[in-house]
T-cell receptor, first 111, second 116 residues
Framework: GENVEQHPSTLSVQEGDSAVIKCTYS??????FPWYKQELGKGPQLIIDIRSNVGEKKDQRIAVTLNKTAKHFSLHITETQPEDSAVYFCAALQGAQKLVFGQGTRLTINP | GAVVSQHPSWVICKSGTSVKIECRSL??????MFWYRQFPKQSLMLMATSNEGSKATYEQGVEKDKFLINHASLTLSTLTVTSAHPEDSSFYICSVTGPRKGDEQFFGPGTRLTVL
């Protein structure tokens, strides 16, 4: 089955700087890769996703890149703000519907 | 995206009792709903997948007789934790998706279960 590894587990950046979180996956058949933001005590919120037919997708300050050959994908947050502080999870779709999640990254934005 | 609600948002119960958690898709016909469990500072672990009108499919290691799932309509699924014990204390989260492969999953706000 699919295995997703996420790094780093914690990340601290200065407000205004960029943050990058990386994930690798094992199943070359996976073709959908969402990223979720989870605030304390809340459910995960989909922030961006990418399908395997594209290499990059951007939505304002957030971008995701996908390297199918290397089987890794990354989340890039630019011009970070305090409200970006949260736990971020990457995931890969296994089969038709099952999402396999990474271990999560706790992002802290320092003012 | 879809709006998903869960009820209750938190519950405290005594060991040995049963607890029912509801997951509702408010504006989306959810052909499939998922139940996840999340322990503190850990990732989400899929417990089971349920399709409307069918029996749920449980992940390996999840006891189907302990975690009863009912998906009676396209907008409602329930998870019942039977004979709850302290080790069942966790954050339970549902998600919904549509019928197409690779459809986005939208998550509910979660239910915090504490078993005393």
């Amino acid at each position: 089955g699919e295995n997703v590894e996420q790094h780093p587990s914690t990340l601290s950046v200065q407000e205004g700087d960029s943050a990058v979180i990386k994930c690798t996956y094992s199943d070359s058949a996976s073709n959908y890769f969402p990223w979720y933001k989870q605030e304390l005590g809340k459910g995960p919120q989909l922030i961006i996703d990418i399908r395997s037919n594209v290499g990059e997708k951007k939505d304002q300050r957030i971008a995701v890149t996908l390297n199918k050959t290397a089987k890794h994908f990354s989340l890039h947050i630019t011009e970070t703000q305090p409200e970006d502080s949260a736990v971020y999870f990457c995931a890969a779709l296994q089969g038709a519907q099952k999402l396999v999640f990474g271990q999560g990254t706790r992002l802290t934005i320092n003012p | 995206g879809a709006v998903v609600s869960q009820h209750p948002s938190w519950v405290i119960c005594k060991s040995g009792t049963s607890v029912k958690i509801e997951c509702r898709s408010l504006d989306f016909q959810a052909t499939t709903m998922f139940w996840y469990r999340q322990f503190p500072k850990q990732s989400l672990m899929l417990m089971a997948t349920s399709n409307e009108g069918s029996k749920a499919t449980y992940e390996q290691g999840v006891e189907k007789d302990k975690f009863l799932i009912n998906h009676a309509s396209l907008t409602l699924s329930t998870l019942t934790v039977t004979s709850a014990h302290p080790e069942d204390s966790s954050f339970y989260i549902c998600s919904v998706t549509g019928p197409r492969k690779g459809d986005e999953q939208f998550f509910g706000p979660g239910t915090r279960l504490t078993v005393l």
